[in-house]
């Protein structure tokens, strides 16, 4: 294959557990995975690449893109193991970090516990500046001030300074002023400015994201020249972008200023990809479900685009309670994330209740049954008792799986302190994780105002589709779609996005007071900004596109609700147009409307982006294996429904040819993960290799109602 440089792209995407390839060469699509390396992620992305190119037989100097994405950016948050920082802000507001909302995230929980800051208050400094609410100058920092802070960091183990000014959004000089400083006096520092990082209001949220952004800056900045040096070393000279958390992609220097933007890269990744197929098949109203080994994530995708927010959290000391991370003001993807993944840990609680996750095995020592010293049940050992994972066939056979491993941990700690067998405990460990992302599904769907049963469910990520029939069942969703390499799709995912960046200025004013002129003189500089940035990545000028929006509220609320506008919208300069735009989109979120109380605009957003790259439409394909002859087995699965096991058909997926049909209980196996559909389905293959499952529910019982009733 050397010498097609110009038609080989790669998608990498750095997971908690595995480290997922995809390359697109001519038409093909061509797969790889392997276990991540968590103390050096850059050691898994390179030894998987030389081994995925040994595997199909090219150079890597034929390569001609790379996109990347890794959850080193959340994990550092996650783990509190970035570079320390100090925060520099005016004078008076050194604890916004410890104060935040002032709200209880849990108002019956006297032991109450927040997130302690990334910056400790000892590496807290303010300068006596001030700027006004209008952007107006009072004060300006003292270059001997900040002087003065420079020489109380120097000397300590401080890699980051965030200088987070009070209404810096509305006017950045005292900041870059600050900037200068620190840069003529102390180039080693890397710094972030919250006028560049999040360059809108509220005082804690910006000085979050920006101490965010600063603390994993010096990670990312190395993580990323390492990567490149060592690619570089293996031959490859093309381009290399990285994944963002609104779903587009952007150059490595890019992300190496505002690392904080990557946060949930690969998620955001698998999203891209779901919409993709929703596009394809022509399904309105999809719900992407992406499970690995740590964690899973769900997300709604109406009309093709998927629900996004400006409001993220990460590190949360309460797993499912809002409110108990680090808010960041940055575009994402928005996604219910779930503790529950193959290595999700069970264990029995004081009360000798059954608990499934959070706490994850990974990939180091990762499942009992992956032979790497793990001790610990986990819901993929669990998987692989009930017959779902075929013990000699995980990753294509290259990775044993040791049975007796499994189900020694299992009985151990399981099983036989609760007196029950190691199958029963087996089947509760996967049911309880089931239940856990039903439950969350069900509520964040239910918080939008829409109804899972109205949705298909596409499964991927490497637990994803062994886990998506039993979340399916209990959702009662009428169809489910397992992608055709569903194991990659968030590294498929990387390949299908566009160069983007979304942009935003603060313009607080009632609506019928907002200059027209002034709100064209910010759209134009959001254009500028963006044009600059996704020119960097060889997009042409008039390829790139726009999405303006206006956060808007009515006078007194604390919250906004975003309304995409159109440059009609903006030209008209009819305020009341827009009181009407917003007044029907708040009926449509909270079902009535508040007549006569003014309307604000607070924040406009300007999203841009590139063209959509083009990927094979037929789907993955596993070389030397011809299609037909595509059921190689059969084997004992569970079925919970019966509670027993039955025999299932074992599929090989990639022989999979549209146009065929079969019936549930069923097992599609592919390299990369396994499609376990444990109960009555018919199941079929369309023309793009995806496998189409009809569950056949059996009726719901009364108690099994009133179960469903109450988790909602």
Not at 388 to 397: A, E, K
Not at 572 to 579: E, G, Q, S
Request: proline share 6%; aromatic share 6%.
């Amino acid at each position: 294959m050397a010498g097609n440089k110009q038609s080989i792209r790669l998608g990498i995407d750095v997971g908690g557990t595995f480290t997922d390839f995809v390359m697109i060469a001519g038409g093909d699509v061509k797969l790889f995975k392997r276990l991540s390396t968590p103390a050096d992620p850059s050691i898994g992305v390179i030894a998987g690449l030389t081994e995925m190119a040994e595997h199909y037989g090219f150079d890597v100097s034929d390569v001609s893109s790379i996109v990347h994405g890794t959850t080193a950016v959340a994990n550092a948050l996650i783990e509190r193991k970035g570079a320390p920082t100090a925060l520099i802000t005016t004078e008076g507001f050194r604890d916004v970090l410890e104060i935040g909302r002032e709200v209880r995230y849990d108002i019956y929980d006297l032991g109450i516990r927040n997130p302690s800051p990334l910056a400790e208050r000892d590496r807290r400094f303010t300068v006596k500046e001030r700027t006004l609410a209008d952007g107006t100058v009072r004060s300006r920092p003292s270059r001997d001030e900040v002087r003065e802070i420079l020489g109380r960091i120097r000397g300590t183990d401080i890699e980051a300074i965030a200088v987070c000014l009070l209404h810096a959004h509305r006017n950045p000089e005292n900041e870059r002023a600050v900037a200068d400083v620190i840069r003529d006096e102390a180039p080693e520092f890397f710094v972030s400015l919250s006028s560049e990082v999040a360059p809108e209001i509220r005082e804690y949220e910006r000085t979050s994201t920006t101490v965010a952004n600063a603390y994993v800056r010096p990670l990312v900045d190395q993580y990323l020249l390492r990567l490149e040096q060592e690619l570089e070393a293996l031959g490859f000279a093309g381009d290399m972008h990285v994944m963002l958390s609104q779903g587009g992609i952007a150059t490595v220097d890019f992300v190496r200023s505002f690392p904080v933007q990557i946060v949930e890269s690969g998620p955001a990744a698998g999203v891209q990809a779901v919409s993709r197929i929703a596009r394809q098949i022509g399904d309105k109203r999809v719900l992407s479900f992406d499970m690995g080994g740590t964690t899973a994530k769900i997300c709604v995708i109406d009309n093709h685009e998927p629900d996004l927010t400006v409001d993220t959290e990460v590190a949360r000391i309460h797993r499912f309670k809002k409110g108990s991370g680090l808010p960041l003001k940055i575009p994402s993807v928005e996604l219910i994330e779930i503790g529950a993944g193959g290595g999700s840990i069970a264990s029995l609680d004081r009360m000798r209740l059954l608990r499934v996750g959070p706490q994850s095995a990974g990939a180091d020592p990762g499942p009992a049954c992956y032979c790497r010293d793990g001790k610990a049940p986990t819901v993929t050992d669990a998987d692989l008792l009930l017959g779902y994972l075929d013990p000699r066939n995980f990753l294509g056979g290259k990775m044993d799986l040791d049975v007796a491993a499994a189900e020694d941990a299992i009985a151990k700690q399981v099983a036989g302190p609760l007196g029950i067998s190691v199958v029963e405990a087996a089947a509760g460990i996967v049911g309880l994780a089931n239940e856990h992302m039903a439950s969350a599904a069900r509520l964040h769907v239910a918080e939008r105002g829409r109804d899972a049963q109205q949705y298909t469910l596409v499964a991927f990520g490497g637990a994803g589709p062994v886990h998506a029939f039993g979340v399916a069942r209990i959702l009662r969703v009428p169809r489910l779609l397992y992608p055709r390499g569903a194991g990659n799709l968030s590294a498929l995912g990387f390949l299908v996005s566009p160069a983007s960046l979304t942009t935003v200025r603060t313009y607080v004013g009632p609506l019928n007071a907002i200059d027209p002129s002034r709100v064209e003189t910010l759209v134009q500089d959001m254009e500028a900004e963006a044009y600059g940035i996704i020119g960097q990545t060889g997009v042409a000028r008039a390829d790139i596109s726009f999405r303006l929006s206006v956060e808007m509220r009515y006078v007194g609320q604390g919250y906004e609700i975003e309304i995409p506008l159109t440059k009609a919208d903006l030209d008209t300069r009819d305020h009341a147009r827009l009181v009407a735009l917003f007044e029907d989109a708040y009926e449509r979120q909270f079902g009535m409307r508040l007549p006569g109380v003014v309307v604000e605009a607070i924040n406009w957003r300007l999203a841009a982006r590139g063209p959509i790259p083009k990927v094979p439409a037929q789907g993955a394909q596993q070389p030397g294996q011809p299609p037909g002859d595509a059921r190689i087995g059969q084997r004992p699965i569970y079925i919970p429904e019966t509670r027993s096991f039955e025999t299932a058909g074992v599929y090989d997926g990639y022989r999979l040819v549209p146009g065929e049909s079969f019936s549930g209980p069923a097992v599609v196996e592919e390299r990369e993960s396994t499609f376990a559909i444990n109960g009555r389905a018919a199941i079929s293959v369309d023309e793009f290799g995806n496998v189409i499952v009809k569950p056949i529910y059996a009726p719901v019982q009364e108690s099994e109602r009133n179960v469903q009733m109450v988790s909602q």
